[in-house]
C-alpha cells in the first residue's frame, strides 16, 4: 500500500487506508511519520525511500507560511517567498507571480493592491470582459487551506471539496476543515461529517434572496454587478424574440467540475442565466455577491431573522434566551445578536 501511495500520491496520502488514521492536517502529525519512515525504510528500496524523503521535505516546505505553488500552470514548483515581497520569480521556470493574489505577474500591478488590479482586469481585458462575471469567479477560485493547491472552479454548489492532491476536506466557501470525529462543541458527536463555518460564508449566505443581498451591499456603498457582459448581450440581440427570450439564450459560462462518463471534466455551467444576474445563473450571482461582501470585511448578522440567530446559537451550544412575552420580535432578535 505504502509503496503505491509513495509514487503516485503526496504525504497527507501516508495515514492507514483502513480508519484514515491519523488525521494529516493536525499540526502534531510529525512524530508519526518520524516513526512511519523509520518503520518503512526496512521494507522498501532505496529509491522509493528516497522519493519519500523528497515528498516529505515538500510537505513541511507547504506547511510554512510563505510557500507557494508557481503561478505557471506549466510549472508544478513549489517554493518560499523569501523575499517578502509581492512581486516574486519562481526559482524554476523564473515565470514573475505575485505571492499574494497567486497570480501571473503583469506590469498593470505595479503600485496597485490585488483587489484594484483585479478591477483593473476586469475594466479593461478584453477577453475578460467578453466572459463576465464567469471569469471573475474562475480566476477568485478554489485554494486547499492545507496543501494550498489552486483550482480555476466556482464555489457554488456542493461546498465539501476533497483537495486531490491532499485528503483534506474544506469548505470551499472559507476554507474551514470537515470532521467526522470534532470535538469542538457537545453538539458535533450528533452530527456526523460537518465544518464549522462562520455566518459570513457562503454555505449559510447562499440561503439568502438575491435581491436580500444586493441590499445588504448597496447598505454598504459596496458596487456590483447586475448587466451581462456585452458580448453575451450582442448574442441575445440577434434573436428576434421578446426580452424574456433573449434573457433565456443567456447561459452561465462559469467553470464547474462535472462527473462524465470519461471522469471528471471542467466543464462550463450552462445553466440559464437569471435576469439582473449578470449573465450568471442565480448560484454563480449569489456566489458573486458573497464575493463582494467577504471581500469588504462585512458583517452579515443583521441578514439573520430571529430563527436563523436561534439556531446559530445552538450551533455553538450557546444559550438561547428565551422571547419574553410581551417581547416584540425586532427586540428579541436585537437581544439575540448581542449574543456571542
Not at 464547474?256 to 449573465?279: I, N, R, S, V, Y
Not at 470585511?297 to 439573520?304: A, G, K, Q, V
Request: glycine share 4%; net charge negative; charged share 25%.
Amino acid at each position: 500500500h505504502f509503496t503505491l501511495v509513495m509514487k503516485n500520491q503526496t504525504v497527507k496520502h501516508f495515514n492507514c487506508p483502513v480508519c484514515s488514521e491519523p488525521d494529516m492536517t493536525d499540526p502534531h502529525v510529525e512524530t508519526y511519520l518520524m516513526h512511519l519512515m523509520l518503520l518503512i525504510k526496512m521494507h522498501i528500496d532505496k529509491e522509493g525511500y528516497n522519493l519519500c524523503q523528497q515528498k516529505l521535505m515538500e510537505y513541511n516546505l507547504s506547511r510554512e507560511p510563505n510557500f507557494c505553488w508557481c503561478a505557471n500552470d506549466k510549472c508544478h514548483t513549489g517554493f518560499i517567498n523569501e523575499t517578502g515581497r509581492d512581486k516574486i520569480a519562481c526559482p524554476t521556470c523564473k515565470k514573475e507571480m505575485c505571492f499574494k493574489c497567486k497570480k501571473p505577474w503583469e506590469r498593470e500591478h505595479e503600485g496597485l493592491t490585488c483587489d484594484q488590479f483585479a478591477q483593473w482586469k476586469h475594466d479593461n481585458d478584453p477577453q475578460l470582459q467578453q466572459q463576465g462575471l464567469a471569469a471573475h469567479l474562475e480566476a477568485n477560485g478554489i485554494e486547499c487551506p492545507a496543501c494550498h493547491s489552486r483550482y480555476d472552479l466556482a464555489r457554488g454548489g456542493c461546498m465539501h471539496f476533497k483537495c486531490t492532491q491532499c485528503p483534506n476536506e474544506f469548505c470551499s466557501g472559507c476554507g474551514q476543515t470537515f470532521k467526522q470525529q470534532c470535538k469542538k462543541f457537545a453538539s458535533c458527536a450528533k452530527r456526523g461529517l460537518h465544518a464549522h463555518h462562520p455566518r459570513d460564508c457562503l454555505f449559510y449566505l447562499r440561503d439568502f434572496l438575491v435581491q436580500e443581498l444586493q441590499d445588504f451591499l448597496e447598505k454598504n456603498n459596496v458596487q456590483f454587478d447586475k448587466e451581462p457582459p456585452k458580448a453575451q448581450l450582442e448574442a441575445a440581440a440577434q434573436n428576434n424574440g421578446d426580452q424574456k427570450e433573449k434573457q433565456s439564450l443567456l447561459k452561465c459560462r462559469v467553470m464547474l467540475q462535472k462527473e462524465t462518463a470519461d471522469g471528471l471534466k471542467d466543464e462550463p455551467c450552462g445553466t440559464e442565466a437569471a435576469a439582473g444576474c449578470a449573465g450568471l445563473c442565480m448560484v454563480h450571482y449569489k456566489e458573486y455577491l458573497v464575493g463582494k461582501l467577504n471581500n469588504a470585511h462585512l458583517d452579515p448578522i443583521s441578514l439573520y431573522n430571529m430563527n436563523q440567530l436561534q439556531a446559530m446559537l445552538s450551533r455553538e451550544d450557546k444559550v438561547v434566551p428565551e422571547k419574553e412575552e410581551e417581547e416584540e420580535e425586532n427586540e428579541y432578535t436585537k437581544r439575540l445578536v448581542k449574543v456571542r
